[in-house]
């Protein structure tokens, strides 16, 4: 049997499949994913719901986005440089977990 017909249009501007590990995970070993929870995280730009895609190997910089531990919880903040010190704007004692590379927002 033999089909004819016409070629899909689409082919022409087909891709390759999209990996997301291979897309927005640099370190696999070091590399978790952890989903935004509530609204505290909402001048980051971070939504509840939202996934992060946090690396527990990459030294934060100025301005790096980063999960810290504080007083058994999880929190996102942002590292600020003064006087050539990196300062993590918490209060309480906190230790940074990892560098969040990439969020995944859902829309709505």
Do not use: W, Y
């Not at 891709?15 to 609204?39: C, Q, S, W, Y």
Request: net charge positive.
């Amino acid at each position: 049997m033999k089909f004819t017909g016409f070629a899909n249009p689409s082919e022409q501007f087909a891709e390759k499949r999209l990996d997301l590990n291979t897309l927005l995970v640099r370190h696999p070993a070091a590399t978790f994913l952890l989903r935004a929870k509530g609204e505290d995280s909402k001048n980051l730009g971070i939504c509840s719901g939202d996934i992060l895609v946090v690396d527990r190997s990459i030294q934060p910089g100025d301005n790096a986005l980063v999960v810290a531990a504080v007083e058994g919880t999880l929190r996102l903040s942002r590292i600020r440089a003064k006087n050539g010190k990196l300062l993590l704007p918490i209060a309480g004692e906190a230790r940074v977990v990892g560098v969040v590379t990439a969020v995944i927002h859902f829309p709505g």
